[in-house]
């Protein structure tokens, strides 16, 4: 008698599994269905009106010296972008997640600045700087130096919008992993850029590699704060997303989306490469919480 009353104590009711389900499948259906809308829906219309004329035409959009300009550029830009936010971002981590110092809450939230604070509008703030009105213009065209409307400015606007993504991926990791290796190491009395390079990097291999595949998406990508520094002239200042824009307000559509295919291509492939480090990522934040 008392195994039945504990046996049916224990089974949940009918009604609570069944609507359990339900719900399970509304949420499930809902997320398809917004994704399919928003997010597969949009990529599919990209190829397909990239190739809407044909491989020939898709190819010759990409033959204009114009296309190859913005190409380069991207390229340039992000060669330098993500190198300078690597050093920063990986010494940033290094610091916030080892060492304890006067500013430390300050640091993390200057690194988080980029986060609240719209393209546009930092792109409007180095105009304030270095236009011919701004605070070191006149200084800036007294000595020949041109930073806006030129490959400086357009590096510096990309660096600010992307400098967060290496040390906010980091930060987490190197304080899940701890200081204990590093500590034996050093009492073992290897230097502090042997254990950097023996016992730190090889630790956060995963997350590095995450972390800059992401900022180099977002470098390439970029357009608020690139756009307001450029100047937009034609082959000279002009990235691949600046570059789609112009040839669209042309009504230029095939090669607008056959530049913006070539975008979109580098997301899924760098959607493809985040899932794989997304999981050794996980496997490093569960080892250093084991430690």
């Given amino acids: 008698m008392s195994t039945t009353v504990l046996t049916a104590a224990a089974a949940p009711p009918s009604s609570a599994t069944d609507e359990g389900r339900w719900l399970r499948r509304v949420l499930i259906a809902t997320a398809i269905v917004f994704l399919a809308l928003f997010l597969v829906l949009p990529l599919i219309t990209v190829f397909v009106q990239a190739f809407a004329r044909g491989i020939a035409a898709y190819l010759d959009a990409f033959r204009e010296p114009d296309a190859r300009s913005a190409i380069r550029l991207t390229l340039t830009v992000a060669a330098i972008s993500v190198p300078f936010n690597l050093v920063f971002g990986v010494a940033a981590a290094w610091a916030v997640a080892k060492f304890e110092f006067p500013g430390k809450s300050l640091l993390i939230t200057l690194i988080d600045l980029p986060f609240s604070v719209s393209p546009v509008v ?3 703030i180095y ?3 270095f236009g011919s009105q701004g605070l070191f213009g006149g200084w800036l065209q007294a000595h020949g130096i041109q930073i806006l409307f030129a490959l400086p400015g357009i590096v510096l606007a990309t660096v600010f919008v992307t400098f967060p993504f290496v040390a906010r991926e980091l930060i987490p ?3 899940e992993q701890g ?3 590093e500590e034996a190491a050093l009492t073992l009395g290897a230097s502090g850029l042997h254990v950097f390079r023996t016992v730190t990097l090889p630790n956060i291999r ?3 590699l995450y972390s800059v595949l992401l900022c180099n998406a ?3 990508g970029e357009f608020g704060a690139v756009a307001v520094v450029s100047g937009h002239i034609r082959g000279l200042t002009t990235t ?3 570059h789609v824009e112009i040839l669209y307000n042309e009504y230029n559509f095939v090669a607008a989306f056959a530049v913006a295919s ?3 291509g580098l997301a899924l492939v760098t959607l493809a490469i985040k899932s794989v480090l997304e999981w050794r990522y996980a496997g490093d934040l569960a080892a250093g919480a084991r430690h």
Avoid: D, F, H, K
Wanted: hydrophobic fraction near 65%; avoid cysteine.
């Fill in 173 to 175: 990791l190197m304080q």
């Fill in 218 to 220: 977002r470098a390439m």
């Fill in 262 to 264: 070539l975008l979109a």
């Fill in 240 to 242: 691949l997303p600046l």
């Fill in 179 to 181: 200081n204990a290796e």
């Fill in 122 to 124: 930092s792109g409007l």
């Fill in 206 to 208: 995963w997350g590095l």
């Fill in 127 to 129: 105009v304030l700087l």
